[in-house]
């Protein structure tokens, strides 16, 4: 699949279900756990993460700036960069006015059941057919939907580049809670997934790194969920 040109995200309805959350399994990240049983319901998530070209066409019709550009420059089919959760929250603002639906980024709990799906894997070697890392990806972001997607038709959940989560950053266990609600005691949201910049052990769908929500790397980008209506 290469990118289509769309000026909005192409979304795939995700069938809702009950999980487990979390992992044992890496000692070296205690906050993977205890693992709990978490139940998601239908929504919607954007097949790729959000492109240049799709934050180009924001710019254009928001009259906003371009952020600073990754070494590489400004490429249409790879992911955007470089962008705040702040910014992000404007763009799904925007989004959700243009379309009539409601858009927002995904939660942590709807972000790792998606890449919990079969072809979310850890094995270096069968990473490298579903994902951008380290040991393939010439130390930048990638066109997206270049490797095999899940099998929910999800690509690039694993690598290319990191992506922002809805929620601020808490210890296990989650609320099971569709929108988390904003605690005081953090500055930190979670990013999921891993990137171009990491080795296989850190692109999988458990792991969780924190970042100040007004932080801007050119491994973090993201891409949204839509809302599914009853």
């Keep these: 699949?290469?990118?289509?040109?769309?000026q909005y995200p192409e979304m795939i309805r995700i069938k809702g279900g009950i999980f487990d959350m979390g992992t044992a399994e890496i000692p070296a990240f205690p906050d993977l756990k205890p693992v709990q049983q978490i139940h998601?319901?239908?929504f919607y998530m954007a097949k790729t993460e959000v492109t240049v070209a799709q934050w180009k066409y924001f710019c254009q019709q928001t009259k906003k700036k371009m952020p600073d550009p990754p070494?590489?420059?400004?490429?249409?089919?790879?992911?955007?960069?470089?962008?705040?959760?702040?910014?992000?929250?404007?763009?799904?603002?925007?989004?959700?006015?243009q379309t009539g639906d409601f858009y927002r980024l995904p939660t942590e709990q709807e972000w790792e059941f998606a890449a919990s799906q079969k072809g979310s894997v850890n094995d270096e070697m069968s990473l490298l057919d579903y994902a951008w890392f380290l040991a393939n990806s010439r130390e930048k972001s990638q066109p997206v939907g270049t490797k095999l997607p899940n099998s929910s038709?999800?690509?690039?959940?694993?690598?290319?580049?990191?992506?922002?989560?809805?929620?601020?950053?808490?210890?296990?266990?989650?609320?099971d809670s569709p929108v988390p609600a904003t605690t005081s005691s953090?500055?930190?949201?979670?990013?999921?997934?891993?990137?171009?910049?990491?080795?296989?052990?850190?692109?999988?769908?458990?792991?969780?790194?924190?970042?100040?929500?007004?932080?801007?790397?050119?491994?973090?980008g993201f891409r949204v969920v839509k809302i599914a209506k009853e």
């Design 71 to 97: 070494a590489w420059g400004w490429i249409d089919s790879h992911p955007i960069v470089n962008v705040s959760w702040q910014e992000v929250v404007v763009y799904t603002d925007w989004l959700s006015d």
């Design 1 to 6: 699949m290469q990118a289509n040109g769309r």
């Design 40 to 42: 998601v319901k239908d």
């Design 153 to 175: 038709g999800l690509y690039d959940l694993l690598g290319n580049v990191a992506e922002w989560c809805l929620n601020w950053y808490a210890p296990y266990p989650l609320k």
């Design 186 to 220: 953090t500055f930190f949201k979670v990013v999921r997934g891993g990137s171009w910049y990491n080795t296989n052990v850190y692109v999988n769908p458990y792991i969780r790194y924190k970042f100040m929500f007004t932080a801007k790397s050119d491994y973090i």
